[in-house]
Every structure is written in structure tokens, then in C-alpha cells.
């Protein structure tokens, strides 16, 4: 079965800096697609960015960025010049091109510090 | 822009009793899936839905719950004799065809309390 790995179980950084959330995968797979969703106190579910397995870049939306790096497995989420509304939780979720159900990470909680 | 919307916010229940928890999709999406999330947990897939039909269900999806499609704009999830351990956030979520764009649009949730 597919496991994602979020390691970082919080995370306090300074606002405008940039912050690298980890997350890695374990998947036999060749076809599969990687996720980042915002969770913010308040509780909905934000979409954020999409990698999939065959795309040769990495996928970026405004501040947003993945580093995919598919033979180690990792997708990492890196956010560039943090805001204090970049507060929240972080899920990273896979999905097999086969079905869509996504598989979650357990999360990182990101503080960004005034 | 549109957006999946979910009601009730909040649904306070008895053990033991029947609910009915609501989602309106996006309108030309045609996949509807279910999550839950335990407080403090990690987010939990139960249920896809296309075409008229559950595509795929998890572990956690059993015989207590059900879902629904009974128009063509809501998409139901009832859990019959609810347990303590039901308690959580109920995501519903919907994307468009796959080849078009993997993206779950999730709802804002349902917060289940069983009491």
C-alpha cells in the first residue's frame, strides 16, 4: 500500500523567508499524481499545487513550488517570501493515475513568526 | 468562482441515531468522493462516486454508511447507528474528468459530533 511520509510534524519560521515542507512517497507505481493542501484554522481544505509522475518541470503556482524529485520519491513543497497568512496546517496527498482516491500525509503545522 | 458547498456546517448527533450529511458539487464535475478527518488525525478516503455508482471505497466505508446521488446536484453520505468513534470532519470533494485536471475541489466540511 502507498505511504506518505511528512516528517516534520511543525514547523516555525520568520516571516519573508522561504520554507521547504518535506514529503515523501512510497509507490511502485510508474502513473501517479502529488498534491499540497492548506489547511487553515478555520478547517477547509485548500488546493495548492499538482506534480504529476511524468511532468518534467516542477509544477509551480505563484509562491507555491514543488520540488519533485521522482527517484528519491520526494515532493517537497517549498513556499517563497512566507506570509503570516501562510499559517496553517500542510498535507502533502498522493493519487494513483488508476483511481483518484488521494492517500494523505499526517501533516505539518507551519507557524510563520512576525 | 465555483465552489463545492456542504451542509450541515455543524451536526450534533445521539448514538445510535441516522445522518445525512449534504454536498452540492461543482456542476460539470463528475467525481464525488467523501473524506473524513479525525480530530488531529490525517485526512481518511472513503468513498468515490461516478457515474451513478461508487467507484471506489476504502476500509473504513462499511455496511453503516451509504451514498447518493438522489438529483442531479446533491450527493449524500448517510451513516446509519452512528458511533462515538464517528465523530470527525466530513470533506466532500469533486473534480472534473480525469485528462482534464486531477484536482479535488474540497467543501468547507461537516463537523459530526456524536454525543
Not at chain 1, 516528517?7 to 521547504?20: H, I, N
Not at chain 2, 473524513?36 to 467507484?55: A, P, W
Request: glycine share 6%; net charge negative; proline share 4%.
Amino acid at each position: 500500500a502507498q505511504k506518505i511520509t511528512q516528517t516534520q510534524p511543525g514547523m516555525f519560521v520568520q516571516e519573508k523567508e522561504a520554507v521547504t515542507l518535506d514529503c515523501t512517497y512510497d509507490t511502485s507505481d510508474q502513473s501517479y499524481g502529488l498534491f499540497w493542501y492548506k489547511q487553515p484554522s478555520s478547517g477547509e481544505m485548500i488546493f495548492l499545487i499538482y506534480q504529476g509522475s511524468y511532468d518534467e518541470q516542477n509544477a509551480t503556482e505563484g509562491r507555491y513550488s514543488l520540488n519533485f524529485q521522482k527517484a528519491r520519491k520526494s515532493a517537497n513543497l517549498v513556499i517563497s517570501a512566507s506570509q503570516l497568512g501562510d499559517s496553517a496546517m500542510y498535507f502533502c496527498a498522493f493519487h494513483h493515475d488508476s483511481n483518484y482516491q488521494l492517500i494523505w500525509g499526517a501533516g505539518t503545522k507551519l507557524i510563520i513568526k512576525p | 468562482e465555483p465552489e463545492v458547498t456542504q451542509t450541515p456546517s455543524h451536526q450534533v448527533t445521539q448514538m445510535g441515531q441516522e445522518v445525512i450529511l449534504r454536498c452540492v458539487p461543482i456542476s460539470n464535475h463528475l467525481y464525488f468522493y467523501w473524506y473524513r478527518q479525525i480530530l488531529g488525525q490525517k485526512v481518511e478516503f472513503l468513498v468515490s462516486f461516478y457515474n451513478n455508482e461508487i467507484s471506489e471505497k476504502s476500509e473504513i466505508f462499511d455496511d453503516q454508511f451509504s451514498v447518493e446521488r438522489p438529483d442531479g446536484s446533491n450527493f449524500t453520505l448517510k451513516i446509519r447507528s452512528t458511533k462515538l468513534e464517528d465523530s470527525a470532519m466530513y470533506f466532500c470533494a469533486s473534480s472534473e474528468a480525469p485528462g482534464q485536471s486531477y484536482e479535488q475541489y474540497f467543501g468547507p466540511g461537516t463537523r459530526l459530533t456524536v454525543t
